[in-house]
């Protein structure tokens, strides 16, 4: 018949290959977590490599379409000239109309 120290050493040897055996189900869930990961990250990557990245590059030609089309800094001197000589001639129109106004 077993007696109490066998009943132990059962229970020590048991103790200790439960421990190795959760060890090892701990470690291979480390593994398959870290697959997870790469390939979640792998997902990622090619997520923004075919859908956000074309989308960038779409964005920036229209920015360089815009770019073009804006005036350049000698263009914008004149433009600016231009619209001070239209505001004179407006503000002017103005005093004739009042004026007239102030007539009838």
């Known amino acids: 018949m077993l007696e109490e120290k066998d009943l132990q050493a059962i229970a020590q040897i048991m103790d200790s290959r439960i421990g190795e055996s959760e060890k090892r189900m701990a470690n291979m869930m ?8 790469r ?6 990557g090619v997520l923004i490599e ?3 990245t074309p989308r960038f590059d779409l964005l ?19 433009i600016d000239g231009r619209l ?3 505001e ?6 103005n005093r004739e109309v ?3 106004k102030k007539a009838q």
Not at 30 to 37: G, I, N, P, T, Y
Not at 63 to 71: F, V
Not at 88 to 93: D, P, R, T
């Open 98 to 100: 009042a004026q007239l």
């Open 39 to 44: 390939e979640i990250m792998q997902e990622v």
């Open 60 to 78: 920036a030609e229209g920015q360089e379409d815009i770019l073009r089309r804006m005036p350049n800094e000698d263009d914008m001197d004149i």
């Open 88 to 93: 004179a001639s407006v503000k002017k129109l």
């Open 84 to 86: 001070t000589t239209l």
């Open 30 to 37: 480390d593994q398959k977590l870290a697959q997870q990961k």
């Open 50 to 52: 075919n859908e956000v």
